[in-house]
């Protein structure tokens, strides 16, 4: 078996070790039997299908850290809870960068599709705008003092 040559099987391989361990490409692509990290890096470009299931492996993976995280915080004692700490630490860390929908802290962006940004433009900007299309101060009044909801009646503005 090649190890530089990817196939399905080899690539499950790869991806199950990932998900019940705590070992990275960097580490799987020094052992025997298994392609390079170069290699694994290379296939995660040149195919989706393992793409996909490097994808769903990591998130396995992210949740042993969890589990790993809570048996040492009940292994720790007194004498050792400082680096019990040390390691929770570098493993949350480490799960927020990874997946950090899940383990990261609660960020969202304008551009997140799953949770899109809405904005209520200031008074000011209302006005700025309003003046900008040539509202005179009794249409801006008016405009202010309306109820929220404004109906636009095409026909009205052809007048």
């Known amino acids: 078996m ?30 025997e039997g298994m392609p390079s990290e170069f290699t694994l890096r290379g296939w995660l470009i040149d195919y989706p299908e ?19 995280n809570r048996e040492i915080a009940y292994a720790a004692d007194a004498g050792d809870w400082q680096v019990a700490k040390l390691k929770i630490e570098n493993n949350r860390w480490l799960a927020s ?34 003046l900008a299309k040539g509202a005179t101060e009794h249409e801006i009044r008016a405009f202010i003092a309306a109820p929220n909801v404004i109906e636009h009646n095409p026909t009205k503005d052809k007048v």
Do not use: M, W
């Open 2 to 31: 090649s190890a530089e040559l990817y196939t399905v099987e080899l690539g499950k391989a790869v991806c199950r070790r990932i998900a019940t361990s705590l070992d990275s490409l960097k580490t799987i692509g020094k052992s």
């Open 50 to 68: 393992f793409r996909e299931s490097y994808d769903a492996a990591k998130a396995a993976q992210q949740d042993l850290i969890a589990d790993e």
């Open 97 to 130: 960068k990874l997946a950090p929908k899940r383990y990261g802290d609660k960020v969202t962006h304008a551009s997140d599709p799953d949770a899109p940004l809405v904005t209520n433009p200031s008074a000011d900007a209302l006005i700025a705008f309003l």
